[in-house]
């Protein structure tokens, strides 16, 4: 039993940390009034980015910093198109992901099913790690899932302390009178769809060279889709998005132990999409401005118009 | 100095709409070419062969047809949608709906009811299944002010898994030797085909009927204006008394409930059985995305939209015999156009002037 409760907790943190990774990332973007639709196909470019250079320099965090600089560059596009080009952002977003997957599928073709020899070992942190039950899942896991909670933590300080946070904040309020502060909102805008990129290719590297240490096309798996509704369940809050991301990671565990049970895993793997707009609902009827979205999430900003 | 300044262009053509298409496809084009070249493929060959594939011979036209009827009519339904700036991307789970619904009429009626009974049947169930997936949104949008991307996303998502629970379980065909799917559907309810093709023409024909009849309810009827002010200025249509709700629903159930035929044509026309919901919906809901736009959301040009990108889509199956490319090419041809129609409608809105000063 004790096994039992461990392995789950430990594949809960594991599930979780990619959607942690791209949850914080897109909860920058869309603070700044950016809906991205793009992240499941920056996972994707960020997924084969890191295997790729991993694979070859031997280095895996060569290969995160790959993935980094793939997932800001191709960001780019939606950031022009969004908010240069004041374009649809519903549709820019879904060209990136198709982009991304395109180009991953296309680049990853050649590595395909190929093992990764150069290993990224886990971080044990002494002491902590020999707690009963949770502590070998909480304290002895991947770099990927200490830095995907530092980066939330840091995130949350970010967007609520810092000066370039409140300015992220406060262009996705209200970018006229934030831009009459002096601050630049198209820059803001596209320095949090860039921030946002390399966010959603570190959970894409996480993907490859940590969790499952191969490429296949298509091994994102929904995920990017998944962080976009995190990102509304969190409510644009990064420190609520460390709950959200591993409570949807332990049901993706949770509906596989099920199945001998007699539970269909369809029915369990269906729940999170469920608690979702179930979780929406009630906060909607409780109060539709605790929603908390960004007043202009989606709505391109104008320059000198009235 | 050089400087650059955009100005709102007030008087669009229909000419230099046109050619702003045409332009923006050429473009994306050259940046396609660019990546096949660096991906070490000639790109003359690559391009030329997605063309030939898909229009160049007369069993690849076949296909694009076939191909392009679910995309017509999806494509069709989102045009009217995307008017009211109703961001319905949940064509995929309103198709798969679309095809549980006519499953269930098929293979329960199949055996007892004539065709020229069942299939319209068939077409109607389905039309209900898109239709009820789509008023979802719809009211979570208007009653509840929840994000319709992401309800719609979710609504995908929970009817892919409701469609598996269904083959896995209740459904799954005893002629199936322990494979997920249901049995194959009765003769009469299967739709028939042109002769050595698999298009399935009564649905082509409802599907160039749809988007000819939803191009006169668009432009042409009171509901059609009012779905356009829905869109584009809401805050008159308050003042006007448009019903909101009443408005997003029925439209709703339109661009569901023509996702929910395609979903039908799918399953009576092609696969013949209720499958997994990926090789059912094959991404259509999202393709169809494009096609809207690069229809300009008028659903006539859809069927043009339709037929083009259908045929990238058996092209991209031919190049990834003959070039030993992968699927996902087909995911960079499809992702560049559409960047590049967003562009090309930036510079047809707006009026970009440079001018060198001396200083």
């Not at chain 1, 980015?49 to 280095?59: E, K, L, N, P, R």
């Not at chain 1, 060569?62 to 649809?88: K, Y």
């Not at chain 1, 933590?153 to 970018?175: A, C, H, M, Y």
Request: net charge positive.
């Amino acid at each position: 039993m004790e096994d039992i409760i461990i392995s789950t907790l430990q594949r809960t943190m594991v599930a979780g940390t990619p959607l942690l990774l791209a949850t914080t990332g897109e909860i920058i973007c869309e603070r700044s009034g950016i809906l991205n639709l793009g992240v499941e196909g920056v996972m994707a470019l960020g997924a084969v980015t890191a295997f790729i250079v991993t694979m070859t320099t031997g280095s895996p965090w060569l290969g995160v910093l790959a993935a980094l600089a793939a997932g800001m560059v191709i960001s780019i596009i939606h950031a022009f198109a969004s908010v240069t080009l004041q374009a649809n952002q519903v549709v820019s977003g879904l060209a990136l992901t198709m982009l991304g997957i395109g180009l991953s599928g296309m680049v990853g073709k050649p590595y395909v099913g190929k093992p990764l020899i150069s290993k990224m070992d886990d971080i044990t942190i002494p002491v902590l790690s020999d707690i009963p039950y949770i502590g070998k899942a909480l304290f002895s896991q991947s770099p990927f899932f200490f830095l995907a909670i530092f980066l939330a933590l840091v995130s949350w300080f970010f967007l609520q302390r810092t000066r370039l946070g409140i300015q992220i904040r406060s262009t996705g309020e209200n970018p006229k009178a934030t831009e009459t502060q002096g601050v630049n909102v198209f820059l803001i805008r596209y320095l949090s769809v860039i921030i946002g990129g390399g966010f959603s290719a570190l959970a894409g590297a996480h993907l490859s060279i940590s969790y499952s240490k191969s490429w296949i096309e298509g091994m994102t798996a929904g995920r990017g889709w998944i962080a976009i509704a995190l990102t509304i369940f969190a409510l644009w809050h990064p420190g609520r998005a460390i709950w959200a991301a591993f409570l949807f990671g332990g049901i993706f565990v949770v509906q596989y132990l099920m199945q001998p049970l007699g539970i269909s895993p369809n029915f369990l793997a269906m729940l999170p999409y469920i608690a979702t707009l179930l979780i929406l609902v009630l906060i909607s009827l409780k109060d539709p401005r605790k929603l908390n979205a960004p007043a202009m999430l989606a709505t391109p900003y104008k320059r000198g118009e009235r | 100095m050089m400087h650059i300044t955009s100005s709102d262009r007030y008087q669009i053509t229909r000419l230099r709409s046109f050619m702003t298409n045409v332009f923006s496809m050429a473009a994306g084009l050259v940046v396609i070419s660019m990546i096949f070249l660096i991906a070490g493929v000639n790109p003359l060959f690559a391009i030329s062969e997605i063309f030939q594939g898909s229009f160049g011979s007369v069993y690849g036209f076949k296909e694009t047809v076939t191909k392009a009827i679910p995309l017509i009519l999806i494509g069709a339904g989102l045009t009217l949608a995307f008017r009211a700036k109703f961001w319905n991307i949940g064509a995929e789970g309103q198709l798969l709906m679309g095809a549980v619904f006519s499953t269930w009429t098929g293979l329960t009626f199949g055996n007892a009811l004539p065709s020229v009974v069942i299939i319209p049947l068939m077409f109607a169930a389905g039309f209900l299944g898109g239709a009820l997936w789509g008023i979802i949104p719809a009211i979570l949008k208007i009653k509840y002010a929840i994000n319709e991307v992401i309800s719609t996303l979710m609504l995908n998502y929970i009817c892919a898994h409701i469609l598996t629970m269904l083959i896995v379980g209740p459904w799954k065909g005893a002629t199936r030797f322990g494979f997920p799917g249901t049995d194959n559907l009765p003769d009469a309810a299967i739709l028939s085909v042109i002769p050595g093709s698999r298009i399935h023409y009564a649905t082509l024909v409802l599907a160039l009927a749809c988007a000819a009849i939803l191009t006169i309810v668009i432009y042409r009827t009171r509901f059609g204006y009012e779905a356009r002010v829905v869109g584009e200025n809401p805050e008159a249509g308050k003042y006007a008394g448009i019903n909101f709700l009443k408005t997003t629903l029925i439209l709703m159930a339109i661009s569901g409930g023509l996702a929910g035929l395609a979903g039908v044509g799918e399953v009576a026309g092609i696969h013949h059985y209720l499958g997994y919901p990926a090789s059912v919906s094959s991404g259509y809901g999202f393709t169809a995305i494009i096609v809207a736009w690069l229809a300009k959301l008028n659903p006539l040009y859809a069927i043009i939209s339709g037929i083009f990108f259908a045929g990238i889509l058996v092209g991209g199956d031919a190049i990834q015999i003959s070039l030993g490319l992968p699927a996902a090419t087909v995911d960079i041809v499809n992702g560049t156009l559409l960047i590049f129609l967003i562009m090309g409608d930036y510079f047809l809105h707006n009026k970009i002037t440079i001018t060198f000063t001396h200083t």
